[in-house]
């Protein structure tokens, strides 16, 4: 018997079970992502998408339709989309590397940061409670009366929590909002150039803006309202910036998405940072919530990732119960986020364990469950490349 044959066919055996399967053909994906998304822009009139996977260490682009309708300028992988709340993800990032570099800590009372809240239930949450609306009662928006920093500061020294029905999950502009000023105000800085310089640049993320510059402006595509169809950006308003004002293209998201999956190197303390926004904090009915990140157990149904993402979930308080331990084991989870303005709709999903991930961005704000469900059947029909 020839041992060194055996040898080397138990050799060559082990690394077909070890090794990753072949990424997808370039053909196959488009073809792929064509028969899923061509549907939902007929559908709902998009006027155009990009839509980016990254598996197994490559990057795959599907883009599709007008950036602009008016000038018959074509969506490319250049092309600048509002990301809506998918911004929220790098306030958190901002706030965490905050921590990481002992300028605050996410177990701190605002108060701390802002003296004038001491004693008000404002104050008295937590930057954590910041970080994942657990807040009880936080309207999704800056009220009205809210015009500028003195009125907003009267106004949180007057808010009071939801009576009688505990600490809740409120998804909230207000309290990310106020997260990324108290973040910021940790460095010294604005916060737009704080993200900048603390955030965005070390991640080498070289088209994602607060403000697009002067020379970028050619590829900031216009969303189109739903009701009249009209050409529109985002309007500026209370705590924008921190709460939904990004720019960005596919190829910026998608390696903010390698970054996540700890594809990417980066920075140390930016690297521990964006772990620790990955961490389970709360419990609600459909998900654990991270900060801003949401957490899913996988596989999940498209059920409960539909359940997950319905409007429900971002306008009225839901019950949530702070957890006696921080879930850190990203094994089995999938990482869930949508993202909107007025004009553009977002997604972001993606699975450490599957080495997978996907970004959705669209210059329509299509409702949430087909647009999530659209992102869904596209990672799951990827995946299933690899069964």
């Known amino acids: ?24 053909s370039e053909q196959a994906f488009q073809a792929r992502a064509a028969e899923v998304f061509k549907p939902l822009m007929e559908k709902y009139d998009v006027p155009g998408l990009a839509v980016g996977v990254t598996w197994q260490g490559k990057h795959y682009v599907y883009t599709q339709g007008m950036a602009d309708r ?13 990301v809506g709340s998918l911004s929220k993800t790098f306030n958190v990032t901002l706030a965490a590397l905050a921590q990481q570099r002992s300028l605050l800590s996410l177990d ?14 404002f104050g008295a949450l937590s930057l954590m409670d910041l970080a994942t609306h657990h807040s009880s009662g936080l309207p999704l928006q800056p009220p009205d009366v809210a015009k500028d920093d003195a009125s907003l500061m009267v106004w949180l020294k007057q808010w009071q929590p939801v009576a009688g029905r505990g600490h809740e999950r409120a998804y909230s502009n207000v309290s990310i909002g106020m997260l990324g000023r108290i973040s910021a105000q940790a460095f010294g800085q604005p916060y737009a150039q704080a993200l900048d310089d603390n955030v965005l640049q070390p991640l080498a993320l070289q088209h994602t803006y607060v403000d697009v510059p002067a020379p970028q402006m050619k590829h900031y ?7 009249t169809n009209a050409a529109i950006r985002v309007n500026p308003g209370m705590l924008d910036a921190e709460a939904y004002g990004l720019k960005s ?8 998405i390698d970054i996540n999956l700890g594809a990417v190197a980066v920075p140390e303390q930016l690297s521990a940072a964006i772990q620790a926004t ?20 996988w596989p999940v149904s498209r059920e409960r990732l539909l359940a997950g993402n319905a409007p429900a979930l971002a306008l009225e308080s839901q019950p949530a119960s702070r957890l006696s331990s921080r879930e850190i084991s990203e094994q089995g989870v999938l990482f869930s986020k949508t993202g909107s303005t007025n004009g553009f709709g977002g997604y972001v999903a993606f699975l450490p364990d599957e080495e997978i991930g996907l970004v959705l961005l669209a ?9 999530v469900g659209a992102a869904f059947r596209l990672l799951q029909q990827v995946l299933k490349d690899d069964r």
């Open 1 to 24: 018997m020839n041992h060194r044959y055996i040898a080397t066919g138990l050799l060559t055996a082990s690394l077909a079970l070890s090794l990753p399967a072949v990424a997808m």
């Open 70 to 82: 008016a000038a018959a300028i074509a969506v490319d992988s250049d092309t600048l989309f509002e």
């Open 108 to 121: 701190d009372p605002v108060a701390k940061h802002i003296p004038e809240l001491g004693k008000r239930p």
């Open 221 to 227: 595509a216009y969303g189109y309202a739903r009701e």
């Open 249 to 256: 293209n596919i190829g910026d998201m998608l390696r903010f």
């Open 278 to 297: 990955h961490q389970g904090v709360t419990r609600t009915s459909e998900f654990t919530q991270a900060m801003i990140w949401e957490r899913y157990p």
């Open 363 to 371: 210059n329509r704000n299509v409702p949430l469950e087909p647009r």
